[in-house]
């Protein structure tokens, strides 16, 4: 168990939809990172947040946005879901002083 | 980020030891070399990291090249469990680091009883 929770597990949506994707960091962590993987792209960095700001973006499409609250969860929204969507949604979480990532579970979507 | 090269696969028995290669020839004086893996189901974990010597931890080892062009990470004795998608990562440390992973395709290790 790494500490990071996330939720949902799984979820499965229609084209179109907008979703939340729920990540609790490590007790203290104060950066959140989200990364995508697919079958096709593999692990790809979306964004991270320090602190509540945010920090470096990556490959993350317009439709997709995040924010990171002053208790440090933070949430994924995804947009106007296309059947590309369809991955595993990683959260991690790393220290003050950086170092490794922590990830959690992962949230499955399923865009149909 | 500097690019890692990986084999695709790899396959050893089981209680034997595995030497995972990385080639890293364009890393800079300030990356670090960072090994994660990731088991079957489950978000990538981390393994090990090192600089310029050789670190060892209760997990693994990693061997690093004189010049850093090229590391290891051994596993003294493969199980079951040790069967995952095993990343080398080059990250810069910079100031705080706290900067992104860039993950590759790694490589597959199966294991075999």
């Known amino acids: 168990d790494s500490g990071v929770t996330q939720t949902p597990k799984h979820l499965i949506t229609a084209t179109g939809q907008r979703v939340t994707l729920r990540c609790s960091p490590r007790?203290?962590?104060?950066?959140v990172y989200w990364y995508q993987q697919s079958l096709d792209q593999g692990l790809q960095f979306l964004i991270q947040?320090?602190?509540?700001?945010?920090?470096a973006k990556g490959n993350i499409l317009e439709r997709f946005s995040a924010q990171q609250f002053p208790d440090l969860h933070s949430e994924l929204n995804l947009s106007s879901l296309e059947l590309g969507d369809s991955a595993l949604y990683f959260c991690a979480s790393s220290g003050v002083a950086g170092g490794e990532q922590y990830f959690g579970p992962g949230t499955r979507l399923t865009v149909t | 980020d500097a690019k890692t090269t990986q084999p695709n696969s790899m396959e050893s028995n089981e209680e034997e030891p595995v030497h995972l290669p990385c080639n890293h020839s364009t890393i800079s004086g300030t990356d670090y070399i960072h090994w994660y893996r990731q088991l079957p189901s489950q978000g990538p974990e981390y393994v090990i990291h090192?600089?310029?010597s050789n670190v060892n931890n209760r997990m693994a080892s990693l061997a690093i090249a004189e010049d850093r062009k090229s590391s290891t990470l051994i596993l003294h004795r493969a199980t079951l469990r040790d069967a995952a998608v095993y990343y080398c990562i080059l990250r810069y440390r910079g100031f705080s680091g706290n900067t992104p992973l860039v993950f590759g395709k790694g490589t597959r290790l199966s294991v075999i009883a």
């Open positions: 007790s203290g962590d104060l950066s």
């Open positions: 947040y320090y602190n509540g700001e945010e920090r």
């Open positions: 090192g600089l310029t």
